[in-house]
């Protein structure tokens, strides 16, 4: 993108000095036509002074000069040389007028919009005025051009008008080409990138999950092995390591997920599982989490603990780890509790979906974070330096879990009173069974 910023900055700067060079041509050629037509003495002053100008302001921009200041510069005198001409050829009578509507064209072009629109207004009033002027029958000078000349001399300057307004679309077309190719090339490369960085995140995870697993193997073992002799203070260490041990395989494991979910590698094996079966073997794994806090962790009894869903039992229990453990980390006092419950959905309320509200008494969360809370590496902002862990990778992933099985997660939260995140996920159909 900067190097195509880069480059219109260029073509901008080679289209002011081609406009002033080819309107100082313009004047050379004719003031060469009128003295030979018409003798040396009947071409206009203004003509060399415009051409040693528009020299000048090539020489300034070369130097360096502010483009926006030499390309107003350039329209101001391209606009008085016109209007000087165009009183001279008698207003409407002559062929000179219609080319005062390539002003605005310029200026938007050389400038910018704001300039574009004055010089629109400044023309339409240019226009304005002489018309009145002809139709007041003001003492314009006699046009030299008469007869077959004049009718000759206003076709070159439709034509001349129509060349610059075309001329104009094609700079722009050609600009828009630039562009859009430029942005489909970064486009292909950041895709490369972020092919290799998944490739490179998914090779990693994978070989740290080997270590971690016999280190969280061996923590475990020793503590089973431990005797009486051994002090409190080993105990807790060896505590220590399998808790961070697991801590850091499942960021391994949410790292090789996010990976897997951006390459589009991620696969479902869906089977018809009970959701209640479900919630129950994930709490068995994460209660403990709970008791170290003191934290309460209920499943209010539903009439819904039959209803099944067709997921993959290991992404669905990975969902419920997530939120159930972020609603642990997040509450000091309180408790989690989970509700089942059922809803219908859809344009037509034609399907069916179990519910998994789970509820916390924590902290909350602002307004104003609910809408990144399901982004990549997004921390609450009174938590991003505190002692908790966490990647800001939970959430996002199982957000993007449960879009797998067209599910949705809502979140309802009052700051100081706690939240509540809502799973959605379709229940079976009979004809599934």
């Excluded at 081609?18 to 071409?43: E, F, P, Q, Y």
């Excluded at 009894?301 to 099944?308: A, F, G, H, V, W």
């Amino acid at each position: 993108m900067k190097s195509l910023n880069n480059k219109l900055i260029l073509d901008k700067h080679k289209i002011i000095i081609g406009t002033a060079l080819a309107w100082a041509g313009i004047h050379i050629i004719t003031m060469v036509a009128r003295s030979i037509k018409l003798g040396v003495g009947h071409v206009f002053t203004i003509s060399p002074l415009s051409v040693l100008f528009c020299l000048g302001l090539c020489y300034a921009l070369k130097k360096g000069a502010a483009e926006k200041l030499i390309a107003t510069l350039l329209l101001i005198n391209i606009a008085a040389v016109l209007l000087l001409f165009a009183y001279n050829s008698a207003g409407f009578k002559g062929p000179v007028i219609y080319l005062i509507a390539i002003l605005p064209l310029m200026a938007f072009l050389l400038i910018d919009q704001k300039s574009g629109w004055i010089f629109s207004f400044l023309t339409i009033s240019c226009f304005a005025i002489f018309a009145y002027l002809n139709v007041q029958a003001y003492p314009f000078p006699e046009p030299k051009l008469q007869g077959n000349a004049l009718y000759i001399g206003r076709a070159v300057s439709i034509s001349f008008l129509v060349f610059i307004i075309s001329w104009v679309g094609w700079l722009y077309q050609k600009t828009y080409l630039q562009f859009i190719e430029s942005i489909e090339n970064k486009n292909k490369e950041l895709i490369t990138k972020d092919h290799y960085k998944s490739q490179f995140i998914s090779h990693i995870s994978h070989e740290f999950r080997t270590p971690l697993n016999a280190i969280i193997g061996f923590s475990k073992k020793l503590l089973s092995l431990k005797d009486q002799q051994e002090s409190n203070r080993e105990i807790e260490a060896l505590k220590a390591i399998n808790r961070g041990g697991k801590n850091l395989l499942n960021m391994v494991n949410n790292s090789l997920d996010l990976a897997q979910i951006e390459s589009g590698e991620l696969t479902c094996i869906k089977s018809p599982q009970n959701i209640r079966q479900l919630i129950n073997e994930t709490i068995n794994d994460i209660e403990i989490l709970a008791e170290q806090k003191k934290l309460t962790l209920l499943i209010h009894d539903s009439s819904y603990d039959e209803l099944k869903i067709n997921a993959d039992p290991l992404k669905i229990k990975q969902v419920l780890n997530n939120l159930i453990a972020n609603a642990i980390k997040y509450t000091e006092q309180g408790g989690i509790t989970i509700t089942l419950g059922k809803t219908t959905l859809g344009p037509q309320a034609n399907h069916d979906f179990i519910t998994i509200a789970i509820s916390d008494t924590g902290s909350g969360i602002e307004a104003n974070e609910l809408d990144s809370l399901f982004s990549r590496f997004t921390r609450l902002k009174k938590h991003a330096n505190s002692a908790i862990d966490g990647a800001g990778l939970g959430l996002s992933i199982a957000h993007e879990l449960v879009k797998l099985h067209q599910g949705f997660i809502e979140v309802e939260s009052r700051v100081n009173r706690g939240s509540c995140f809502t799973i959605f996920l379709p229940l079976i159909n009979s004809k599934e069974l």
